[in-house]
């Protein structure tokens, strides 16, 4: 959810440079917080400088500017079509003969849907946005959404509202753009509102909302606005005190309650906030990437290892049958599927084959084995990886790979029941697979 910073410039902000500004230019500023719905911080009078620490320490926040009302005009223009195609070229040329200024130079900004061939247009001269723009930009600010004060007004149904602290005040009503004037000038606005006996015809209510500090009366505000009225026109007034005008604004315009047809962003065309990135995310993009880096080496070295554990396990499957190979020339091994059908063929070609010595020294040693792993269970049983025979010596070396190291010491205690001198040479924890091994000593050795 992001938040919503807005910052009021005075009137004289143009007269600051980009390193002046961020001491010496005074601004209000309002923080709108989407998760209370209420301006949860407001700092009146404060440099820029402070402004920018405060939002630093909120990456996310989204910051508006608002304009001073000598900034923006507007103005209801009127239109010879409803297309809002053909209003796009003809609206420079119309508030041209309206302002006499060069049409080029000014932003014009409008919803181009016009009401009985009237169409509300807010204009802003290019300079100016430009300026602001590269203003905060040089501060290290960036801009999402600019407004002239004015715009921030509401226009409420058969409803006049006067906002005012005793100094200065706004003026809004439906059907009209709003005014904001001193409050020595208010008895000027309402004329101007009510230029005509039939612009009072439908109002029906006037809100009255007063700062806390505002030394002027509601009496006194009633009395002249009932004084700018026709006799005849009855309305009833209501009264609101509030603590500074600009949270009062805010809500308005944060809260999308705004409806009037002047409220839109002065940043159109080629003015548009580029999409930013959250400050955090493009601040651990490159640890993630690393970690990803990491990631993906950690498992190309995983794989790696498995294909040298295959190949090594290839090996050691090739040894096996290459020593049976050499005991017995005669026998014919295919490539099997289990180590227990290896054992289990080992041990029938060997007894098949009689004729050598060392088969039958072999075969015994063989059958001892096979009798030794028969006594574990067959879903646990440990097996033999690899077998030698040393005829000379009479010694048989093999790796056996157990569950555990019990596996190994029951499988020592089976062959040491059967006469065997047997010597531990090691039992080593290769990932849960425990590798002894072991040299048996021939009873005919």
């Known amino acids: 959810m992001k938040e919503k910073g807005f910052i009021f410039l005075p009137p004289n902000f143009d007269a600051f440079t980009a390193e002046e500004a961020l001491d010496h230019l005074l601004v209000e500023f309002v923080r709108w917080s989407d998760l209370t719905r209420s301006a949860d911080k407001h700092l009146s009078g404060v440099p820029v400088q402070e402004v920018k620490d405060f939002l630093m320490s909120y990456p996310s926040e989204q910051l508006v500017v608002i304009l001073p009302s000598a900034s923006v005009s507007m103005m209801e223009v009127a239109v010879p079509t409803k297309k809002a195609r053909q209003l796009k070229q003809a609206l420079p040329f119309i508030v041209e003969e309206q302002t006499a200024q060069d049409p080029d130079s000014l932003l014009l900004v409008?919803?181009?849907?016009?009401?009985?061939?009237?169409?509300?247009?807010?204009?802003?001269?290019?300079?100016?946005?430009?300026?602001?723009?590269?203003?905060?930009?040089?501060?290290?600010?960036?801009?999402?959404?600019?407004?002239?004060?004015?715009?921030?007004?509401?226009?409420?149904?058969?409803?006049?509202?006067?906002?005012?602290?005793?100094?200065?005040?706004?003026?809004?009503?439906?059907?009209?753009?709003?005014?904001?004037?001193?409050?020595?000038?208010?008895?000027?606005?309402?004329?101007?509102?009510?230029?005509?006996?039939?612009?009072?015809?439908?109002?029906?209510?006037?809100?009255?909302?007063?700062?806390?500090?505002?030394?002027?009366?509601?009496s006194e505000l009633q009395e002249r606005i009932e004084n700018a009225l026709p006799e005849s026109q009855g309305v009833e007034f209501y009264f609101d005190k509030i603590e500074s005008i600009y949270p009062y604004l805010v809500s308005f315009a944060a809260t999308g309650s705004n409806d009037s047809d002047y409220f839109q962003t002065l940043l159109v065309d080629s003015y548009k906030p580029k999409k930013q990135t959250n400050p955090w995310l493009a601040l651990l993009t490159p640890t993630l990437v690393f970690g990803a880096i990491v990631l993906c080496c950690h498992l190309a070295l995983t794989l790696y290892n498995g294909w040298q554990y295959q190949q090594k396990a290839n090996e050691l499957q090739a040894q096996i049958?290459?020593?049976?190979?050499?005991?017995?020339?005669?026998?014919?091994?295919?490539?099997?599927?289990?180590?227990?059908?290896?054992?289990?063929?080992?041990?029938?070609?060997?007894?098949?084959?009689?004729?050598?010595?060392?088969?039958?020294?072999?075969?015994?040693?063989?059958?001892?084995?096979?009798?030794?792993?028969?006594?574990?269970?067959?879903?646990?049983?440990?097996?033999?990886?690899?077998?030698?025979?040393?005829?000379?010596?009479?010694?048989?070396?093999?790796?056996?790979?157990?569950?555990?190291?019990?596996?190994?010491?029951?499988?020592?205690?089976?062959?040491?029941?059967?006469?065997?001198?047997?010597?531990?040479?090691?039992?080593?924890?290769?990932?849960?697979?425990?590798?002894?091994?072991?040299?048996?000593?021939?009873?005919?050795?």
Not at 153 to 164: F, H, K, S, Y
Not at 331 to 356: E, V
Not at 370 to 392: E, H, M, T, W
């Open 321 to 445: 049958y290459s020593t049976v190979k050499r005991a017995i020339p005669s026998a014919q091994l295919s490539k099997l599927q289990s180590d227990r059908a290896l054992r289990s063929k080992i041990k029938s070609t060997l007894m098949r084959s009689g004729s050598s010595t060392e088969a039958v020294l072999l075969d015994n040693v063989t059958s001892d084995i096979i009798n030794a792993l028969a006594a574990f269970s067959k879903d646990k049983a440990p097996y033999v990886q690899r077998l030698s025979y040393r005829a000379g010596t009479g010694e048989t070396q093999l790796e056996l790979h157990a569950n555990s190291f019990a596996q190994v010491d029951q499988f020592k205690d089976s062959m040491d029941k059967t006469g065997y001198q047997v010597t531990v040479g090691s039992v080593t924890n290769d990932n849960g697979i425990f590798k002894g091994r072991l040299i048996l000593q021939s009873k005919e050795g």
């Open 110 to 218: 409008s919803d181009y849907k016009p009401t009985d061939g009237q169409l509300n247009v807010t204009a802003v001269d290019r300079e100016l946005i430009e300026k602001v723009v590269d203003l905060f930009r040089l501060i290290g600010l960036e801009i999402t959404d600019l407004y002239g004060i004015e715009q921030l007004l509401p226009t409420l149904e058969q409803q006049l509202m006067l906002l005012t602290d005793g100094k200065m005040a706004f003026l809004s009503q439906q059907g009209k753009k709003p005014i904001y004037l001193s409050a020595q000038q208010i008895p000027w606005g309402l004329k101007k509102f009510w230029s005509h006996t039939d612009e009072t015809a439908s109002l029906t209510n006037v809100k009255l909302v007063l700062t806390e500090s505002c030394e002027i009366h509601y």
